[in-house]
């Protein structure tokens, strides 16, 4: 089955310590991408990558980090959380630029940092 | 931002009536998009104009845009309950250096009352 897949689900943690939320697609896209969604703002882009290693700032990356070496993995990784990260967040893939066509989206992660 | 802006930000119709949302943005932009959301959920695909096209259909979904206005339109006909969900707007706006970027908008939630 296509998919993008999420890990972990649910996060519960605590402020500076560093976590890890995977995100793994199975349909050979080249683009891959993170958003994160807060009540009253939407969806807001934190960093896209438009190829193996080749990864570029949305529109809100501060405090965050990606990395892509393979072309089915796209790591989010936050270096020190704090407070203001607590949100829900999606990864995304597509075959082409997020705007040439359908973005698949994986379930969602949960996250709060306390 | 290029964010686009929806309207209205709530609606609740009774089912089998048909639904209006709408989605303003600031730029040229080079395609739009209309996502669905399902509580909490990752967002579903359901249509994508280009800007050199001013009309679409897909199923009981109608879908305008008017880039003299810079404004869309999304149509549910015959609402179902299941169609109770948050819609969302996204756009790609035209940078010129490909369409790597979707901006979305707040979302318009719609329920539909059976």
């Known amino acids: 089955e296509a998919q993008v897949t999420q890990n972990p689900r649910y996060l519960i943690t605590v402020t500076g310590k560093k976590l890890t939320v995977t995100c793994s697609q199975n349909?050979?896209?080249?683009?891959m991408s993170w958003y994160r969604q807060d009540p009253g703002l939407g969806l807001r882009q934190i960093y896209y990558?438009?190829?193996?290693?080749?990864?570029d700032k949305g529109d809100v990356p501060e405090g965050y980090k990606v990395s892509r070496k393979e072309k089915r993995n796209f790591p989010l990784i936050l270096e020190s959380p704090s407070p203001n990260q607590t949100s829900l967040y999606f990864c995304?893939?597509?075959?082409?630029?997020?705007?040439?066509?359908?973005?698949?989206f994986g379930p969602g992660t949960r996250l709060t940092v306390l | 931002s290029q964010q686009g802006e929806e309207d209205p930000q709530a609606l609740s119709i009774q089912e089998g009536e048909n639904a209006t949302m709408n989605c303003s943005y600031k730029?040229?932009?080079?395609?739009l998009q209309w996502y669905r959301q399902n509580s909490g959920r990752g967002l579903v695909h359901l249509i994508l104009?280009?800007?050199?096209?001013r009309e679409k259909h897909s199923g009981r979904l109608r879908v305008t845009l008017d880039t003299s206005k810079k404004s869309s339109s999304l149509l549910i006909t015959a609402s179902r309950a299941a169609d109770t969900a948050s819609y969302f707007c996204?756009?790609?706006?035209?940078?010129?250096?490909?369409?790597?970027?979707?901006?979305f908008g707040k979302g318009t939630k719609l329920s539909v009352i059976p």
């Open positions: 730029t040229s932009i080079n395609n």
């Open positions: 996204a756009t790609d706006y035209d940078s010129g250096a490909g369409s790597y970027q979707l901006t």
């Open positions: 990558s438009m190829n193996v290693e080749v990864t």
């Open positions: 349909m050979n896209h080249e683009y």
């Open positions: 104009i280009r800007s050199n096209e």
């Open positions: 995304a893939s597509s075959f082409a630029g997020a705007g040439s066509g359908e973005q698949f």
